[in-house]
């Protein structure tokens, strides 16, 4: 089946950094790539819609500038945490929709000190 | 606004019983899923149900869908104590391009 490599799988950075978080699908022309955030205990919410050449479609409540996206290749997507404060640790997913079904990245653990 | 719930939420069950997950969604969907989560880690899919009627069987699991009713069921026979996980149903909304709507989760404990 498909592969969606994704990194770094775990990662702690101080409040006011930014980090990026690399999506890749390995052997799948992905047009389009979704994000996800899940907090302990919590279900999967999505936060945007990536978009391979275009910008990105954020879900209500999302802030864009703070969750930046950039989808220049059909193989990577990566999701930019700019100014991360601590209510930004979460865990993060990414997904590619195959058209027959959907394969998702291994997850961010996502730390702000 | 598409809306997933789940019941229950937490399951705690003893090795060797049959038991059901609920998986309602508020308007019409094009396809339903069925994911495990093991702490700390990603998805694995499980099943895809596309029409009224389907039923899926994989091992001790096996997922129903009744699109009229928008319900889908996750049962359980003879738990094992490796199903101890967070299951997750998600729909796709018609119209919507494959946005995935997730359901609340049921956190399955299973007992020796």
């Known amino acids: 089946g498909a592969v969606v490599s994704q990194h770094p799988s775990r990662v702690i950075c101080k409040s006011g950094t930014s980090v990026k978080i690399e999506c890749r699908s390995l052997d799948f022309q992905a047009t389009t790539m979704f994000w996800y955030r899940q907090f302990p205990k919590k279900s999967l919410m999505l936060m945007a819609t990536s978009n391979e050449g275009s910008k990105a479609t954020y879900e209500q409540g999302v802030e864009k500038d703070k969750f930046l996206i950039n989808h220049a290749s059909l193989t990577l997507s990566t999701l930019t945490v700019t100014s991360a404060h601590p209510e930004d640790s979460s865990f993060y997913i990414c997904?590619?929709?195959?058209?027959?079904?959907?394969?998702f990245g291994s997850g961010t653990r996502l730390t702000v000190v | 606004e598409l809306k997933v719930e789940q019941n229950p939420l937490f399951l705690s069950m003893q090795e060797g019983k049959n038991y059901t997950i609920y998986c309602n969604y508020s308007?019409?969907?094009?396809?339903l899923y069925w994911y495990r989560q093991d702490p700390g880690k990603s998805l694995e899919s499980l099943f895809v149900l596309l029409s009224n009627g389907a039923v899926k069987q994989e091992g001790r699991l096996m997922a129903s869908l009744d699109t009229k009713a928008r319900l889908s069921t996750l049962h359980i026979t003879a738990a094992v104590h490796d199903l101890s996980a967070t299951y997750f149903c998600?729909?796709?909304?018609?119209?919507?391009?494959?946005?995935?709507?997730f359901g609340t989760g049921t956190r399955l404990q299973v007992t020796l």
């Open positions: 997904s590619v929709d195959r058209g027959i079904g959907y394969t």
């Open positions: 308007t019409t969907s094009d396809r």
């Open positions: 998600a729909v796709t909304l018609r119209g919507t391009a494959s946005k995935l709507t």
